[in-house]
C-alpha cells in the first residue's frame, strides 16, 4: 500500500456559493480494507484511488452520517417506489465502463447543470477509469438498473467491514418518475441487510441543503462529532430532530 497526502487549492464551495471549501486527500494504491474502512469511520469518501475529507475553515455544514440498517424502516413512501420499480432490472457486478456508461453519466451531468446549475464538463472513458473504476480492489460494486435492456442507472458502491457505502450514483433523468434515487439507496441498504452489514454510509449530509438535505429521511442514523485525524478515535451520536448538535473541528 503507498500513500501520498495532499492538499486541494481553496475554491469556492460547490454546494453553498457563499463559502469557500477545502479538501485533504489521500491518493492510495493498493488500498487495504481495514485501512479503508477505518478512513470511512472518521468521514473520508472516495472516487478512485483518491480518499478526501474536507477540511474547510470555518465551516462544518458537511457531516458524515451513516443509517443503522437494522433499525431502518420502510415508511409506506418507500414501498411505493419499490413496488413501482418491479419492472427494473439490477445487476449488481465489479464496476465496469462501456459507452452506455458514458452516454449516461455525461447526459445525467448535462441535465444537472441546466436545472441546478451544476458545473458540466463531458467526461472521458479515462476521466471515469480514474474516477469509478480503478481502486476498487475486492470491495468496490455497481448497481446496474434496466428497462428494456436500457442502461437508466448506475451506483457505485462499496462494501466492507460492517459497511456499505455509497459512492455515486447517476441516473436518467427520463425515468425520474421512479425515484431512482431513493430506489437505489433503499437496494443498497437492502442488500447491507441481506448481508448483515451495521451502517449504511450516504454521503456527506447539509441540513436543509437542495440537494443534500435528502439524506436526512433515511433514518435513524448517526453523525460524526468529531472531525478525527486517522490515528484519532471517531465519535458517532445518534441523531434526533430534537438534536442540536454541532461538529468539533
Not at 130 to 147: A, N, P, R, S, T
Request: glycine content about 6%.
Amino acid at each position: 500500500m503507498r500513500l501520498v497526502e495532499f492538499y486541494s487549492e481553496e475554491k469556492t464551495c460547490s454546494y453553498i456559493d457563499s463559502k469557500k471549501s477545502i479538501f485533504r486527500y489521500f491518493h492510495i494504491q493498493n488500498v487495504k480494507s481495514s485501512f479503508y474502512h477505518g478512513l470511512l469511520e472518521r468521514g473520508f469518501r472516495r472516487f478512485g484511488n483518491y480518499f478526501f475529507v474536507p477540511m474547510c475553515q470555518g465551516c462544518n455544514d458537511c457531516i458524515s452520517i451513516r443509517t443503522l440498517i437494522d433499525d431502518f424502516k420502510f415508511s409506506k413512501n418507500h414501498k411505493r417506489v419499490l413496488k413501482k420499480a418491479q419492472n427494473i432490472d439490477i445487476q449488481i457486478q465489479k464496476p465496469t465502463i462501456s459507452q452506455a456508461h458514458i452516454e449516461l453519466y455525461n447526459r445525467y451531468h448535462q441535465t444537472m447543470r441546466d436545472k441546478k446549475g451544476w458545473d458540466y464538463t463531458p467526461t472521458t472513458p479515462e476521466s471515469y477509469m480514474d474516477m469509478f473504476v480503478d481502486g476498487h480492489q475486492d470491495f468496490g460494486y455497481e448497481f446496474l438498473y434496466f428497462i428494456d435492456s436500457q442502461l437508466i442507472g448506475v451506483g457505485l458502491v462499496d462494501a466492507l467491514g460492517d459497511s456499505i457505502t455509497a459512492v455515486y450514483f447517476y441516473y436518467d433523468h427520463n425515468f425520474s418518475h421512479y425515484s431512482l434515487g431513493t430506489l437505489n439507496i433503499l437496494k443498497q441498504i437492502s442488500i447491507g441487510r441481506e448481508f448483515g452489514l451495521k451502517y449504511f454510509y450516504p454521503g456527506y449530509w447539509i441540513k436543509n441543503h437542495y440537494c443534500m438535505g435528502y439524506k436526512e429521511r433515511f433514518t435513524p442514523f448517526e453523525v460524526l462529532k468529531n472531525a478525527p485525524d486517522i490515528f484519532e478515535p471517531p465519535i458517532w451520536e445518534l441523531y434526533t430532530l430534537d438534536n442540536k448538535f454541532s461538529v468539533n473541528l
